[in-house]
T-cell receptor, first 115, second 117 residues
Framework: GENVEQHPSTLSVQEGDSAVIKCTYS??????FPWYKQELGKRPQLIID?????GEKKDQRIAVTLNKTAKHFSLHITETQPEDSAVYFC??????????????FGKGTTLSVSS | GAVVSQHPSRVICKSGTSVKIECRSL??????MFWYRQFPKQSLMLMAT?????????EQGVEKDKFLINHASLTLSTLTVTSAHPEDSSFYIC?????????????FGAGTRLSVL
């Protein structure tokens, strides 16, 4: 089955700096890679996702890159703000035909942005 | 956007009792829902895949007789923790996939914090 590794486990940055979180996956059949943000005591919220036919996707201050050959993908947050502080999870899954295939998550990265 | 509702949000129970958690997709049909367990400051660990009208698929190490899953309709899946013990105390969270159109986005419920005394 799929195995997702995520690094670093904790990341502290100053407001305005960039933050990068990296993930690797094991199953070459995986083709969908979402990133979730989870604030303390709340549900994970999808912030951005990327599919295997795309190498990069950007949404305002957030971008994700994918290298299928190396089986790794990264989350980039620019101009970080204190409200970006949360736990970020990467995940991987096969889709769309595998309807019953769940997301497999990395262990999470606790991002702290200090002002 | 799509919403997944999960109840209750918090349960405190005595050891030996059973607890039922409901997960509903509010504005889309979900033939498949997923149940995860999350320990403090840890990741979401997949417990089982709930399939409408058929048996759930459990991950290795998850006791199916301990964690009963029922997916009786296209919008409701339930997880019952039977004969709960303190080691079952955890944060349980469900999710459902909105497969309409090209979305394929997985939405999460708000989670249920179970505390077994």
């Amino acid at each position: 089955g799929e195995n997702v590794e995520q690094h670093p486990s904790t990341l502290s940055v100053q407001e305005g700096d960039s933050a990068v979180i990296k993930c690797t996956y094991s199953d070459s059949a995986s083709n969908y890679f979402p990133w979730y943000k989870q604030e303390l005591g709340k549900r994970p919220q999808l912030i951005i996702d990327i599919r295997s036919n795309v190498g990069e996707k950007k949404d305002q201050r957030i971008a994700v890159t994918l290298n299928k050959t190396a089986k790794h993908f990264s989350l980039h947050i620019t101009e970080t703000q204190p409200e970006d502080s949360a736990v970020y999870f990467c995940a991987a899954r096969m889709l769309p035909n595998q309807a019953g295939t769940a997301l497999i998550f990395g262990k999470g990265t606790t991002l702290s942005v200090s002002s | 956007g799509a919403v997944v509702s999960q109840h209750p949000s918090r349960v405190i129970c005595k050891s030996g009792t059973s607890v039922k958690i409901e997960c509903r997709s509010l504005d889309f049909q979900a033939t498949t829902m997923f149940w995860y367990r999350q320990f403090p400051k840890q990741s979401l660990m997949l417990m089982a895949t709930s399939n409408e009208g058929s048996k759930a698929t459990y991950e290795q190490g998850v006791e199916k007789d301990k964690f009963l899953i029922n997916h009786a309709s296209l919008t409701l899946s339930t997880l019952t923790v039977t004969s709960a013990h303190p080691e079952d105390s955890s944060f349980y969270i469900c999710s459902a996939r909105d497969g309409r159109g090209t979305k394929n986005i997985q939405y999460f419920g708000a989670g249920t914090r179970l505390s077994v005394l």
